[in-house]
């Protein structure tokens, strides 16, 4: 096993969370902040846009079952990377697209796959997404972790996260774990 770390900010993290956690070879999935400059900020401090840092899930892989690239692809085919500090209704910093690279190659290999989506003309408009050295990581609150398991009846769940994620199952049928199949 070669368990590797990646950070991706995607808008809302439980909508990202609930689609990494569902790949095979993601081991974890933790919601959380990074990217600001206050320390241990909370949820509101976070949502009021002022402390800089994006919401974000923290994911543990085991690069031997998924690559790098291939999480950057489900990232970029997830979200929308070409509106900046917005994705749908949320607004704001806290939602932008951003990858926070543990190391160089992680950074190498973002800044391609934006280079490679970009000449293909895959989105209608430039991708926005930063590509931004690691910092500190502040986990979120624990409502916040495996929310759409633990909270699926929610109307947030239903209408936002739900068709979502069927839309992930058409385009990555084969990368998701067969439990949840």
């Known amino acids: 096993m070669a368990i590797e770390q990646a950070t991706f900010g995607g808008g809302c993290f439980w909508c990202t969370e609930a689609i990494f956690q569902?790949?095979?070879g993601v081991s974890k999935a933790i919601s959380g902040y990074m990217g600001g400059l206050v320390p241990n900020p909370s949820y509101e401090d976070v949502c009021n846009g002022d402390t800089g840092h994006a919401e974000?899930?923290?994911i543990e892989y085991d690069a031997d079952v998924i690559s790098f690239e291939e999480l950057l692809l489900v990232f970029f085919k997830t979200h929308n990377p070409t509106t900046l500090n917005r994705q749908g209704n949320d607004i704001g910093t806290q939602y932008r697209s951003v990858i926070f690279c543990h190391h160089?190659?992680?950074?190498?290999?973002?800044?391609?796959?934006?280079d490679d989506l970009t000449k293909e003309l895959v989105f209608d408009n430039p991708i926005v997404?930063?590509?931004s050295p690691l910092s500190d990581f502040y986990r979120a609150e624990d409502y916040h972790q495996n929310y759409f398991n633990q909270n699926s009846g929610q109307s947030y769940c239903s209408f936002v996260i739900q068709?979502?994620?069927a839309k992930f199952?058409?385009?990555?049928?084969e990368k998701i774990k067969p439990e949840l199949l």
């Open 104 to 114: 160089p190659d992680q950074e190498e290999k973002a800044k391609k796959m934006i």
């Open 22 to 24: 569902s790949l095979k």
């Open 129 to 131: 997404t930063e590509v």
């Open 163 to 165: 068709p979502k994620l």
């Open 169 to 173: 199952a058409k385009t990555f049928k």
């Open 56 to 58: 974000v899930i923290q």
